[in-house]
């Protein structure tokens, strides 16, 4: 009668330590991940040939502000952060940026778009997404990027090109 009292304890208590297991609250990296806006560089001259860009420095708002990307080497895409706290994102794209400011050129960028911010679960929050976007250029005298096209006007993940930006 024992053994029987004993391997019923046992049973029960396996089936309560099952019943009180919860899941463990791991995140998933790849869907708890604020979308970068991609874009890509083409040829003015070629729409659909890419062109690669070299010295390109991305900063907010003013060549005095916060630095956003920089990359010395070329590339035909990059990916950066839209702001996730307003609707706006105005970024000055400074093509050969170096201490010489006569070689130095830069273009403003503003992106305006419409945040929904989407709840994952408990252990990755909230994740933001984007639609509407838009982009206007500020011309100037010397603009070195001479058109642009949206490809996308949601922006949810990082698989395809968002924008593509002709000079």
Same mark, same amino acid.
């Given at each position: 009668?024992k053994?029987?009292?004993l391997?019923?304890f046992?049973?029960?208590?396996?089936?309560?330590?099952?019943?009180?297991? #919860?899941r463990?609250?791991?995140?998933?990296?790849?869907?708890?991940v %604020?979308p $970068?806006?991609?874009? #890509?560089?083409?040829?003015?001259?070629?729409?659909?040939?890419?062109k690669?860009?070299t010295?390109?420095?991305?900063?907010?708002?003013?060549?005095?502000?916060? $630095?956003?990307?920089?990359? #010395?080497?070329? %590339?035909?895409?990059i990916?950066?952060?839209?702001?996730t706290e307003?609707?706006?994102?105005?970024l000055?794209?400074?093509?050969?940026?170096?201490?010489?400011?006569?070689t130095?050129?830069?273009?403003?960028?503003?992106?305006?778009?419409?945040?929904?911010?989407i709840y994952l679960?408990?252990?990755?929050g909230?994740?933001?997404?984007?639609?509407?976007?838009?982009?206007? $250029?500020?011309?100037? %005298?010397?603009n070195?990027?001479?058109?642009?096209?949206?490809?996308? #006007?949601?922006? %949810?993940d990082?698989?395809?090109?968002? $924008?593509?930006?002709?000079?």
């Amino acid at each position: 009668m024992k053994q029987v009292k004993l391997v019923c304890f046992l049973i029960l208590g396996a089936i309560l330590l099952t019943i009180g297991c #919860t899941r463990d609250d791991i995140c998933d990296p790849a869907l708890a991940v %604020t979308p $970068l806006l991609i874009i #890509t560089f083409k040829d003015n001259a070629n729409i659909t040939q890419a062109k690669s860009v070299t010295g390109l420095t991305v900063r907010k708002n003013d060549i005095d502000s916060t $630095l956003v990307f920089s990359i #010395t080497e070329a %590339t035909d895409s990059i990916a950066i952060p839209l702001d996730t706290e307003t609707d706006i994102t105005e970024l000055l794209f400074i093509l050969n940026d170096d201490d010489d400011d006569e070689t130095t050129n830069g273009d403003r960028l503003n992106f305006t778009y419409q945040r929904e911010e989407i709840y994952l679960n408990r252990a990755c929050g909230f994740k933001t997404t984007y639609s509407e976007f838009d982009t206007e $250029l500020e011309e100037d %005298t010397d603009n070195w990027i001479t058109s642009f096209q949206i490809l996308q #006007t949601t922006i %949810t993940d990082e698989i395809e090109a968002h $924008l593509s930006i002709r000079f």
